[in-house]
Structure formats: C-alpha cells, structure tokens
C-alpha cells in the first residue's frame, strides 16, 4: 500500500514514515530485546535463534536483523521528507529496490528453518518451511520448483537424499538475492559433517560463452521475464507492469 501510495503521488505527511513503523513493528513484536533469541515470538526472534546456530550472530544483534532493520531505515529516510514521492519519481524506484532487497533478507529465516529441521529430520517442520519457501522458488526455475516441491511436500524424502536436497536449496540463492554467507554456516559444516555452501562462479559461462566481466545483473533479466510470466498467468497485469516497468532482480 505504501508503494502503491507512493507510486501515485498519495503518500501524505508522516504516513510513509508510519507505515515502515509498523512493518518493524510485525517483524520484532512487544517487548522483544535487541539480539535476544529468547524473549520474542515473532520473525526477529527467529532469525536470532537461527543466526547462532548458522554462526551469523554478529556483534550481538544478528546480521539478518542488522541488514533488515538497516534497510527499513533507509526506506524511511525516502519518504521521511514532505512530498518526497510527489517531487521525485526516482523516491519510487529507490523504495522498490529497497522493498525488494527487504524481501530476500527476509527469506534467510525461511532457508535457515528449511536446512536445519532438514538435517535434524523434523519431517513436520520441513513441512511448514517448505510451504513458506516454495513459492519464493516458483519464480525461479519450473524445474527446481517442480523437484523441490515433489521432495519436500508430495513425496516423503528419504534421509541420505538430505544433503541433495539442501544443494538443490541453495541452487535458488541467487535467485533470492542470497549468498551462502548471508545464510551462514550451520554447525554440521563446521565439524565437516555437511558439505559447505559455495556461491557460484561470478564469470559462470552463459551457454558456452565466458564472459570477461560481472554481468550477472544483466542475465537475470531472464528471472524477470519469469515473473511477469506468472504474474500474467494469475492476471495480476498491475503487478507484472511493475516487474516490467522497474525490474526485480
């Protein structure tokens, strides 16, 4: 709402500033303490539970928290001046980007529940990570998609295809926005009981070509395309001339 505001010259006073207030608030919850993985119920106290065990705990405060809670200034200090989005059609495409970024760092808790209740073989909890990940790979790669899902959800996986299917997970990162830094070292990784994670090559041929530079930016256009093709098939037309308009990945 906030976006679509923004986006159509609406977003008046504080009510931006207001709006990514009460985003923070969804995320941390009442009474929560910085870096406390004890005391919240909510999606922060997650991701510090998580970053402990993924060794991303950094400086007190996890760094799925710090660059989250980061980015949500940034996105306040957009719409903090008066007529920010009225005087400047570029405070929109900053909020997308920043939006966008938020939404990948937010999928790190999702990734981590995912591998670690994988290799603890907590079936029911796979489940539930699974069905809030899953859709986040749907516009990816129809073949991930189809074999994560068929692994995770339709079939019961058995337990020594664990470390093929966490593999497969991290195939998606890239997609996502992610690094396996941003995700972290579980602690099987550490005592080498798990394969560590490897981002891939940044001069990765493209069908046969070696490109000389970092063009990574420019070849998920394809990623792009992907998604206005679903958001096409579910007649979201506003939502694809986003995609279209200001791009995603």
């Not at 922060?44 to 998580?50: G, K, M, Q, R, V």
């Not at 940044?202 to 490109?211: H, N, Q, R, S, T």
Request: aromatic share 8%; glycine share 6%.
């Amino acid at each position: 709402e906030t976006l679509q505001a923004c986006k159509e010259k609406k977003l008046r006073d504080d009510a931006g500033v207001h709006a990514m207030d009460v985003a923070v608030a969804y995320w941390i919850g009442d009474g929560q303490i910085a870096g406390d993985a004890e005391n919240g119920h909510l999606l922060y106290a997650l991701s510090e539970n998580f970053a402990e065990k993924f060794n991303i705990d950094d400086g007190g405060q996890s760094r799925t928290n710090s660059n989250i809670l980061r980015l949500f200034n940034e996105a306040k200090n957009e719409v903090a001046l008066p007529n920010a989005c009225s005087d400047s059609r570029m405070t929109y495409a900053r909020l997308r980007r920043i939006t966008n970024q938020i939404i990948s760092q937010m999928a790190i808790p999702l990734v981590q529940g995912l591998i670690l209740n994988l290799r603890a073989n907590d079936r029911e909890r796979v489940k539930i990570y699974a069905h809030a990940y899953l859709p986040l790979v749907a516009g990816c790669s129809p073949s991930l998609f189809d074999s994560l899902k068929e692994k995770l959800l339709t079939m019961s996986y058995n337990v020594v295809d664990v470390e093929s299917i966490i593999d497969l997970v991290r195939k998606s990162y890239p997609c996502l926005g992610l690094q396996c830094d941003d995700i972290g070292v579980h602690e099987a990784e550490v005592t080498d009981e798990a394969p560590e994670c490897d981002d891939p090559d940044v001069f990765a041929p493209l069908a046969g070509y070696k490109p000389s530079s970092d063009v990574r930016e420019y070849s998920r256009l394809d990623l792009d395309i992907r998604q206005i093709d679903i958001l096409l098939q579910m007649k979201a037309y506003n939502a694809a001339d986003e995609v279209y308009s200001y791009g995603k990945h």
